[in-house]
Nanobody, 123 residues
Framework: QVQLVESGGGLVQAGDSLRLSCVAS????????MGWFRRAPGKGREFVAA????????NYADSVKGRFTISRDNAKNTVYLQIDSLKPGDTAVYFC????????????????WGQGTQVTVSS
């Protein structure tokens, strides 16, 4: 199995930047596509970004293109989500996910989920 642990969330001001991290159990990390989802208060789960197992292909939701960047360091078993120019609408719990392919991430059916990290953006 794969265990995912997110970190890096917090209370920030609009316009600030954050980098979220997700550390995975290491046995087969490099074989998994990874991604990020978020759930805003009172809303359903939203796909944010995905990255292929070797980091060569990335995908983003239209709502975050240009401000969010997903990356990974397979040597560290870690995937990152860099968030720039934070807006109050970005306030959500952000979840890391792992799957056998990026298409499964984009479809919202990953094999594994992290526990989530809270991002709160004040006006």
């Amino acid at each position: 199995q794969v265990q995912l642990v997110e970190s890096g969330g917090g209370l920030v001001q609009a316009g600030d930047s954050l980098r979220l991290s997700c550390v995975a159990s290491g046995r087969t990390f490099s074989s998994y596509a990874m991604g990020w989802f978020r759930r805003a208060p009172g809303k359903g789960r939203e796909f944010v970004a995905a990255i292929s197992s070797n980091g060569g292909i990335t995908n983003y939701a239209d709502s975050v293109k240009g401000r969010f960047t997903i990356s990974r360091d397979n040597a560290k078993n870690t995937v990152y989500l860099q968030i720039d120019s934070l807006k109050p609408g970005d306030t959500a719990v952000y979840f890391c996910a792992a799957a056998g392919s990026s298409s499964l991430i984009r479809a919202g059916i990953p094999d594994y989920w992290g526990q989530g990290t809270q991002v709160t953006v004040s006006s």
